[in-house]
């Protein structure tokens, strides 16, 4: 669920009390997109925040870890808030929402359940759009260093001595 906050007269505190008790995923204002039950926030340069919200919870549906936080989605997706990318992914996330209206819903951030947004994005997982997010996901999100902790991962090894004296089988998270 997304709400819509005005910019004027409202404090962050009133803010982010009025949307928690509205139950929101995220708050989208003028130029900017916040969880109402985290402290972080993003502003938007060239998309709008509608869009950043629902690149942000794409992501999320696209790789989803229950331990990873929305922040990090957001930072993987931030990339794309650019002059030259705008276009294109305005279309995306227009067409994305289109596909969500066809199954009945009012648009794909507006779809509650986590299964019927993955069956949405099923329904376009061909499309270029989807796979730029996707790909663009790979590196965005598992590149955060702040991420690999959450996985058990210690980075690289080369420095450390490699990783042959540094228990490389020891993987007992796979």
Known sequence: MVTTASPKGLTRRQLLSRTAAA????????????????????????????????LAQMARDIYPHDKVGDEFYVVAVKGYDTAEAAEGIEAGIAMLNAAAQGKGFDS????????????????????PFFQQIRGGLVTGLYNQKAVWP??????????????????FDDINWL
């Open 23 to 54: 139950g929101a995923t995220f708050v989208v204002g003028a130029g900017f997109v916040a969880a109402p039950d985290a402290a972080w926030a993003v502003e938007t340069t060239a998309l709008k925040p509608e869009t950043m919200a629902t």
């Open 108 to 127: 794909y951030i507006g779809t509650l359940w986590e299964a019927d947004r993955v069956a949405t994005l099923l329904g376009i997982e061909d499309s």
């Open 150 to 167: 959450i996985f058990g991962y210690e980075g690289e090894s080369y420095s450390k001595g490699g990783y042959i004296n540094r228990g």
